[in-house]
């Protein structure tokens, strides 16, 4: 099983549309999870941290399920400007050196928002 | 402004030709890395440094090399070159109290 596994996409939807991505991780003592965004060729950048209890920003909801080692984005009333490609990160539990500075990314779901 | 900054942004060599990607960043961030992004593997770490003259491995470091000898400049160094290593580079940076990681604009590299 992959470390970080995402859904594969690509996701094309209508504007005003709610779209979901899934990401499921493997390392079962992950400490902290996050969605970056990507913009095409551009760098990542952090979207929103994701905590236990579930977080909105706006449009944007995250939720984590750490039974089924799972995590969500909803994003809700899309808009043309939504359309990148979404990564979903993990951070694994890690004491000191390294480990405490690890990000393991998800490869990616591209989604295209159309008018 | 606060910004990871990265030089060249696009680089088109050829095998053997040992070059340097800069990287420097204007946060006083501990932790620096190196990634690169190829097509349907995503992001993947090359090396890491947690400080100045603190180094590691990531997940793909073969055929690169790395320093710290300063905090804000962590410069990837290809000794020979090979058309496997054409691909995205990104520099990061985050601080050691935060998870947000910073990414570079990144560095196109074509190696013939």
């Known amino acids: 099983r992959k470390e970080v596994e995402q859904d594969p996409g690509p996701f094309n939807v209508p504007e005003g549309a709610t779209v979901a991505f899934n990401c499921t991780y493997s390392?079962?003592?992950?400490?902290?999870f996050f969605w970056y965004r990507q913009d095409c060729r551009k760098e990542p950048k952090l979207l929103m941290s994701?905590?236990?209890s579930g977080n909105e920003d706006g449009r944007f909801t995250a939720q984590l399920n750490r039974a089924s080692q799972y995590i969500s984005l909803l994003i809700r009333d899309s808009k043309l400007s939504d359309s990148a490609t979404y990564l979903c990160?993990?951070?694994?539990?890690?004491?000191?050196?390294?480990?405490?500075?690890?990000?393991?990314f998800g490869k990616g779901t591209l989604l295209t928002v159309n008018p | 402004e606060a910004q990871v900054t990265q030089n060249p942004r696009y680089l088109i060599t050829v095998t053997g030709k040992k070059l340097t990607v800069t990287c420097s960043q204007n946060?006083?961030?501990?932790?620096m890395s190196w990634y690169r992004q190829d097509p349907g593997l995503g992001l993947r770490q090359i090396y890491y440094s947690m400080n100045v003259e603190v180094t590691d491995k990531g997940d793909v470091p073969e055929g690169y090399k790395v320093s710290r000898k300063e905090k804000r400049n962590f410069p990837l160094i290809l000794e020979s070159p090979s058309p496997n290593q054409t691909s995205l580079y990104f520099c990061?940076?985050?601080?050691?109290?935060?998870?947000?990681?910073?990414f570079g604009p990144g560095t196109r590299l074509t190696v013939t």
């Open positions: 994701v905590y236990s």
């Open positions: 990160v993990v951070k694994p539990l890690g004491y000191s050196g390294g480990s405490n500075y690890k990000l393991t």
């Open positions: 390392n079962s003592a992950s400490q902290s």
């Open positions: 990061a940076s985050r601080g050691g109290f935060s998870y947000e990681q910073y």
């Open positions: 946060m006083n961030h501990e932790y």
